[in-house]
Antibody, heavy 118, light 108 residues
């Protein structure tokens, strides 16, 4: 069974950075790209970017370039996203998900809530 | 960026009713790259319909999807209480891929 287990909620101060993890299991880690999606409270979904675990290649939504950095650790089958220079606009739930060959997101993590507050 | 507009934003239906929600794209989308997700309150989105009309595993047959070009729709033939959720469409026509703003379905 494919599972994506994300790290717990974060409360961070404005200007700080946060690192969210997405530990995968139930499939070969290098088989699927992993993508990250932002959902601000009560709002829709925004694609942040994706990473190819096989070679670390990344694609970002222009809106999140400089804000988000995606990496993977193949030894632990875990993907990471670092968000930097946080502001209240970055307060949201962040999801990781695997991408199918037809560009649908089929398996999702449970989400990580990030709250930016002093 | 290909903007997806969903309508209505909120809809209410009684059990047994047929409902249809739409997703319109600012530019044409291949039907192979138009998908729908169901999200219930406090939960992660679930892939619900992929490639316009294919039901994901476990999705009841009362759901269907159709469309082409810039206009797509999701239909529930006979709504049930468990269908209360927000439904999002998503497209890929080159990066960035985008989501619609969602249709919230309420059951009376």
């Amino acid at each position: 069974e494919v599972q994506l287990q994300q790290s717990g909620p974060e409360l961070v101060k404005p200007g700080a950075s946060v690192k969210i993890s997405c530990k995968t299991s139930g499939y070969t880690f290098t088989e699927y790209t992993i993508h990250w999606v932002k959902q601000s409270h009560g709002k829709s979904l925004e694609w942040i970017g994706g990473i190819i675990p096989y070679n670390g290649g990344t694609t970002y939504n222009q809106k999140f370039k400089g804000k988000a950095t995606l990496t993977v650790d193949k030894s632990s089958s875990t993907a990471y996203m670092v968000l930097r220079s946080l502001t209240s606009e970055d307060s949201a739930v962040y999801y990781c998900a695997t991408l199918t060959g037809y560009y649908a997101l089929d398996y999702w993590g449970q989400g990580t809530s990030v709250t930016v507050s002093s | 960026e290909n903007v997806l507009t969903q309508s209505p934003a909120i809809m209410s239906a009684s059990p047994g009713e047929k409902v249809t929600m739409t997703c319109r794209a600012s530019s044409s989308v291949s039907s192979s790259y138009l998908h729908w997700y169901q999200q219930k309150s406090g939960a992660s989105p679930k892939l619900w319909i992929y490639r316009t009309s294919n039901l994901a595993s476990g999705v009841p047959a009362r759901f269907s999807g159709s469309g082409s070009g810039t206009s797509y729709s999701l239909t529930i033939s006979s709504v049930e209480a468990e269908d209360a959720a927000t439904y999002y469409c998503q497209q890929y026509s080159g990066y960035p891929f985008t989501f619609g703003s969602g249709t919230q379905l309420e059951i009376k």
